[in-house]
């Protein structure tokens, strides 16, 4: 393990049955500072937008885009957000709890033949992202990447990880 991902692991650590709270992460500006270089800088200059799904995935995306010095997407939660089905472009997907829940932009947000790097703060079961990658792929955009600080490894994100598609600086 390197010293940035020991860095995480004890800013994060939890006892049993707890949320992971990456909070400590964003008020430590050096460390974030690092958890940005190691997952934005393989992409500077390769994508034109980042997009990121409501809510926590809003301030590590925004944080990206900033640093990569391109237009930020948010991606709603569709029962929150609510746009009409004909100004939207929405997928659904399981959460971490098996909820159905849904995501949505406004029709046009991500430009046709766009680079898009999608970023979240933790990939749990990589649902979500699937989702955003729908929408992404739906407005005739490519998908360049998947970014997060980390990643719980299972069966349903290890193929992310292996193959490279989801950079992230710790797994868990």
């Given at each position: 393990?390197?010293?940035?991902?020991?860095?995480?692991?004890?800013?994060i650590?939890?006892k049993?049955?707890?949320?992971?709270?990456?909070?400590?992460?964003?008020?430590?500006?050096?460390?974030?500072?690092?958890?940005?270089?190691?997952?934005?800088?393989?992409?500077?200059?390769?994508?034109?937008?980042?997009?990121?799904?409501?809510?926590?995935?809003?301030?590590?995306g925004?944080?990206?885009?900033?640093?990569?010095?391109?237009?930020?997407?948010?991606?709603?939660?569709?029962?929150?957000?609510?746009?009409?089905?004909?100004?939207?472009?929405?997928?659904?997907?399981i959460?971490?709890?098996?909820?159905?829940?849904?995501?949505?932009?406004?029709?046009?947000?991500?430009?046709?033949?766009?680079?898009?790097?999608?970023?979240?703060?933790?990939?749990e079961?990589?649902?979500?992202?699937?989702?955003?990658?729908?929408?992404?792929?739906?407005?005739?955009?490519?998908?360049a990447?998947?970014?997060?600080?980390?990643?719980?490894?299972?069966?349903?994100?290890?193929?992310?990880?292996?193959?490279?598609?989801?950079?992230?600086?710790?797994?868990?």
């Amino acid at each position: 393990m390197n010293t940035l991902q020991d860095k995480i692991i004890r800013k994060i650590s939890r006892k049993a049955n707890e949320k992971r709270d990456l909070s400590p992460l964003y008020a430590d500006r050096e460390l974030m500072e690092q958890i940005l270089e190691e997952i934005t800088a393989s992409y500077a200059g390769q994508v034109d937008y980042v997009a990121s799904p409501e809510s926590l995935g809003f301030i590590l995306g925004s944080m990206a885009a900033a640093r990569l010095k391109v237009g930020f997407i948010p991606i709603r939660n569709r029962n929150l957000y609510g746009l009409s089905p004909t100004d939207a472009i929405s997928a659904p997907y399981i959460d971490h709890r098996d909820e159905p829940r849904a995501l949505q932009i406004r029709t046009g947000m991500i430009p046709k033949n766009s680079r898009v790097l999608l970023v979240d703060d933790w990939v749990e079961t990589a649902a979500t992202i699937h989702a955003c990658a729908a929408i992404v792929e739906d407005s005739e955009a490519k998908v360049a990447g998947i970014a997060s600080i980390g990643a719980t490894r299972n069966e349903k994100t290890s193929h992310l990880l292996q193959s490279g598609q989801l950079k992230c600086a710790v797994e868990l």
